[in-house]
């Protein structure tokens, strides 16, 4: 809050009326305090258990109720990480001890690992300041929490092959570039590359923000069949839009290496799909995955974008209240985040043969349904291309990616982007992608953009070919019928 004012001597009146003036700006900045200051997590815990038996699963996920936040949900021999508050710690290792399951500490205290996280930004961003600064992998300075940075140097693991000479790469992959950053680098692509790049801006986020899609063509007037790519539609997987953006500037600058990949076939990138709550987690909660909007219940913002597509919508998978981390929004579409991406993808529906999202972590490779166990009727074919995709990407030195249905993997989750991309928009390959987060989960130290940016890219390579080969068939008809909105 602003320091007061002098006060105007011996005036009573004018004394009351200051007092009267304070208590209403605590007031109005009370409710205003998520926007003010940023949220700790000091003794927040994050622990890794790796269930073995059904019973255990159960138990695990069972503890959702009691105060712990699945980062990744309990599955049987994956691992799975989980959130702690500090008042349920012992409680929860209690039941850990309980089920034989021997945690081991991903985070001791997160509020450490998040300063330790904005030290280092901090710091590379003094040394590279500008958004195109490339500097040879890896070039980390060493970090202000010397157990953290013992972790990245252990566990970095060496780029096997890549197609890119170090030069190659055109964008900053020393830290994670925040909203403003990306978007003055769009631009200049746009402006550096106008017979190549071309940006549709498809509406505004609730705080106005714009969301803008990069369009790569080799001929705008071609109109030719399309590759969709969004990240970031969960507003903490940072590596995420980082991955798009490595992609997008690899598909705008480097012409020998992509040529394939653009010939007879458009790319449309939305690498920041949820542009507020992006922001927010740079400023203000680290943590924060859904959007910013307002809810019914005050305190409570925002709804999980990737629950609130109209297809099945919040039938499993998803929460009606409005403080969870999986709402599905007051309806389908509330949010004017996952609309806008509705409305452009589905006016521009029939150019359209992949639709990638890239989330993070845990090396998933996810094709529908999220909203049923059944498999779609051509699922063999959708589990072909990501066998493909997966045997590119470990080639390139990434791990092994488990590959299945959203719900046969992981957990069934309704209203999902790639449902509603493959059920309603009728785009034959759809896929969610989780990217590694290696021991760090969400906050995946900058030294790691590079090598999983370049996997995943060999990824896209593969995605670009298989898209190319595929029949863009009739699409089921729509719950609703959306905007129309066309480009050229
Ligand atoms: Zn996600």
Not at 42 to 53: A, D, G, I, K
Not at 105 to 110: A, N, P, S, T, W
Not at 180 to 204: C, D, M, Q, S, W
Not at 310 to 331: L, M, Q, V
């Amino acid at each position: 809050m602003a320091p007061c004012s002098a006060l105007h001597a011996g005036a009573l009146l004018g004394l009351a009326g200051h007092l009267l003036m304070h208590l209403l700006l605590l007031l109005s900045s009370g409710a205003r305090a998520q926007e003010v200051s940023a949220r700790s997590y000091t003794n927040y815990t994050v622990l890794r258990v790796t269930p073995t038996t059904d019973e255990q699963v159960r138990t695990l996920r069972g503890l959702e109720d009691r105060g712990v936040q699945w980062w990744t949900p309990p599955r049987r021999n994956f691992p799975c990480d989980a959130m702690i508050s500090p008042d349920k710690r012992n409680e929860v290792v209690g039941v850990f001890t309980s089920l034989q399951l021997q945690p081991t500490v991903l985070h001791q205290d997160l509020q450490d690992s998040i300063e330790a996280e904005n030290e280092a930004d901090r710091r590379v961003r003094r040394s590279t300041p500008n958004t195109r600064t490339w500097t040879p992998f890896p070039t980390l300075p060493r970090r202000a929490v010397p157990r953290y940075q013992a972790r990245v140097d252990k566990e970095l693991q060496p780029l096997l092959t890549s197609r890119f000479a170090p030069g190659d790469a055109y964008i900053n992959n020393q830290r994670y570039l925040d909203f403003e950053e990306i978007t003055t680098y769009i631009k200049e692509l746009a402006a550096n590359h106008p017979n190549k790049v071309r940006l549709h801006n498809i509406g505004f986020t609730h705080q106005k923000r714009n969301m803008t899609v990069v369009q790569l063509s080799n001929c705008f007037e071609c109109k030719y069949k399309a590759v969709w790519v969004d990240a970031g539609i969960h507003a903490r997987e940072w590596i995420a839009p980082a991955t798009a953006l490595f992609a997008l500037s690899q598909l705008a600058e480097n012409e020998t290496s992509t040529a394939e990949m653009r010939e007879h076939q458009d790319w449309f990138i939305l690498p920041v799909a949820n542009p507020d709550g992006y922001e927010f987690t740079h400023k203000k909660d680290r943590m924060w995955r859904k959007t910013r909007s307002n809810t019914s219940v005050p305190g409570c913002y925002g709804a999980d974008p990737n629950r609130n597509f109209d297809f099945h919508w919040n039938e499993i998978g998803a929460s009606s209240n409005p403080c969870s981390e999986t709402y599905a929004g007051r309806k389908a579409f509330s949010e004017i985040e996952a609309l806008n991406i509705r409305n452009f993808l589905y006016a521009n529906k029939e150019r359209f043969k992949l639709y990638i999202s890239y989330h993070a972590y845990g090396n998933f490779l996810l094709y529908p349904w999220g909203y049923t166990a059944d498999n779609p009727d051509d699922w063999k074919l959708l589990r072909s291309v990501a066998e493909k995709v997966n045997a590119a990407m470990v080639q390139a030195g990434s791990q092994e990616y488990t590959i299945g249905s959203s719900t046969q993997v992981l957990y069934p989750a309704a209203g999902g982007s790639d449902d509603w991309a493959k059920g309603v928009a009728g785009i034959p390959l759809s896929y969610t992608i989780e990217l590694p987060g290696f021991d760090f989960g969400f906050q995946l130290p900058p030294s790691y953009i590079d090598q999983v940016a370049r996997q995943s890219f060999e990824g896209l390579r593969v995605f670009a070919a298989e898209a190319k080969k595929v029949t863009r068939g009739r699409s089921r008809s729509p719950t609703s019928r959306p905007s129309q909105r066309s480009f050229g």
